[in-house]
Nanobody
Framework: QVQLVESGGGLVQAGDSLKLSCAAS????????MGWFRQVPGKEREFVAA????????EYTDSVKGRFTISRDNAKATVYLQMNSLRPEDTALYYC???????????????WGQGTQVTVSS
C-alpha cells in the first residue's frame, strides 16, 4: 500500500500562485503514475494532471494547460503541482492520488490522499 499526504492549499486571489505537494510513503517503488484530481461540491471528481513515475511523461486537462505544472522528485517520493495564474474556477478540493499498475493518463487512481482545499477569490 501507498499512503499520501498533501499540503500547500490555501486562500489566494485571482492571478496568484500556489504549489501543492504530495508525499508518498509505503510501497513507493511500485508506483506507476501519480497526479491530481479536484472536486467541488455536487460535482464529480475531475482530472487535473498526471505524471508517469519513471518516464516523467505528463498530461493535463485543457483548462490548466500553460498555467499548471506537475513534477515529481523520485528520491523524496513526492509529487508537486505548481499552479500559476489561478482563477476563481480553480477553487476546489484537490486530491493527490496514484496507481501501481499500467493505466491511461487520465484514469482514476487506486489510492488517494485526504485532499487539500484551494480557494481563489476574484
Amino acid at each position: 500500500q501507498v499512503q499520501l499526504v498533501e499540503s500547500g492549499g490555501g486562500l489566494v486571489q485571482a492571478g496568484d500562485s500556489l504549489k501543492l505537494s504530495c508525499a508518498a510513503s509505503g510501497r513507493t517503488s511500485s508506483v506507476y503514475q501519480m497526479g491530481w484530481f479536484r472536486q467541488v461540491p455536487g460535482k464529480e471528481r475531475e482530472f487535473v494532471a498526471a505524471i508517469r513515475w519513471l518516464s516523467g511523461n505528463t498530461e493535463y486537462t485543457d483548462s490548466v494547460k500553460g498555467r499548471f505544472t506537475i513534477s515529481r522528485d523520485n528520491a523524496k517520493a513526492t509529487v508537486y503541482l505548481q499552479m500559476n495564474s489561478l482563477r476563481p474556477e480553480d477553487t476546489a478540493l484537490y486530491y493527490c492520488g496514484g496507481v501501481n499498475r499500467v493505466v491511461t493518463m487520465k484514469s482514476l487512481f487506486d489510492y488517494w490522499g485526504q485532499g487539500t482545499q484551494v480557494t481563489v477569490s476574484s
